[in-house]
């Protein structure tokens, strides 16, 4: 079973051939950072269009790589939500067009989903049921997975993700966009210590995160003397090593109080070196294994919403799409996994 995948819930536009026998035969992302540079953040209105402009060309692209034609996709998964509404529908309405000219089933895929499994598809994957991590821009969120399509929330943040508040703090430090991947760099250069910054929520008891105070401790700092660029990099340092600190105390908790012993982090935060190292410790000191994705999938990608497609599929969600879609659809900028 061939299995298109499209993501377009932000700012890549992806696209990806997943096989049910053979794995994942191409994929394709195209990222926004520079057009969206200028402006220090997204632009909801400029990353429909550059979806648009995009998405084509990327699909032309993949299914000369997998050296497969059109007629041989035998369905089409696309992230439907959570995301923003423009770019999501360019993703949606394209699929859902595709999937009725080619007859086959359309899947709606949630974002965080594809995100929790992506590992999945790396060469040493973990085993149903395993703790998830999911930690990115927008979301930060502990899930006890059971199965494809049994999640169970055990924490969340109460405000700012990790990755916004590395974007914020990175914004305060006039670091550049995007902001996490320049503090991170900025931080391998620093001493952590040097500033004293809080971990927040660390002994709350329960497995809540909030880092919205950590970003204004860094204010702070900043309006409270001239940062030079050794001391940025000091509290840079310092700054990530607080967020680690409470992401690893944190999933640790979630393994301890659900008896499981297989970790899985994903999400854009996923790539950071310094959070892999320190949960490769952690997890082993306790017994247990941590999973990652492939750097290359940790950011959005279609792969993920292929994979995703296909264990659906496989699971017997037939979806919807050729001759019984009508071409009706939606998409869900909010939408809780929990949900799915």
């Known amino acids: 079973m061939l299995v298109l995948g499209i993501e377009s819930s932000c700012d890549e536009t992806g696209l990806a051939l997943y096989d049910s026998g053979r794995g994942l035969l191409a994929h394709a992302v195209h990222s926004q950072v520079d057009l969206h540079e200028a402006y220090g953040g997204v632009v909801p209105e400029l990353a429909s269009r550059d979806h648009i402009r995009r998405i084509v060309p990327l699909l032309r692209k993949v299914l000369e790589e997998a050296a497969v034609g059109r007629e041989g996709i035998n369905a089409i998964a696309y992230t439907a939500g959570p995301g923003l509404a423009g770019a999501l529908l360019v993703g949606a309405g394209f699929a859902e067009a595709l999937a009725m000219a080619l007859d086959v089933p359309a899947l709606p895929v949630h974002h965080l ?41 055990l924490g969340e943040t109460l405000d700012d993700a990790a990755g916004e508040a590395f974007d914020k703090t990175a914004k305060l430090l006039g670091l550049g966009y995007p902001g996490g991947p320049q503090l991170a760099r900025m931080a391998e250069k620093g001493r952590p210590g040097r500033f004293t910054l809080p971990r927040p929520m660390l002994h709350s008891g329960d497995l809540s995160f909030s880092f919205s105070g950590l970003k204004t401790a860094v204010l702070t700092q900043v309006r409270n003397r001239a940062l030079e660029e050794q001391d ?4 840079c340092a310092e700054f990530q090593a607080a967020i680690i600190e409470v992401l690893a105390a944190k999933s640790l908790a979630a393994l301890k109080l659900t008896g499981q012993q297989q970790l899985v982090v994903a999400g854009g935060v996923g790539a950071n070196r310094a959070l892999r190292a320190t949960l490769d410790v952690g997890t082993r000191a306790a017994g247990a294994r941590v999973f990652y994705p492939e750097i290359e999938l940790c950011t959005d990608n279609g792969a993920m919403i292929a994979f995703a497609g296909a264990q659906r599929l496989l699971a017997g969600w037939e979806g919807k799409g050729g001759k019984g879609s009508k071409g009706s659809f ?10 799915v």
């Open 113 to 153: 989903e594809g995100h929790l499994l992506s590992p999945l598809l790396s060469t040493d994957p973990p085993r149903f049921p395993f703790v998830a991590l999911l930690v990115s821009g927008g979301h930060t969120q502990l899930m006890r997975v059971a199965g494809v399509g049994q999640y169970e929330l």
């Open 232 to 235: 940025k990099a000091d509290l």
């Open 330 to 339: 939606g998409v869900r900028p909010r939408w809780p996994l929990e949900e």
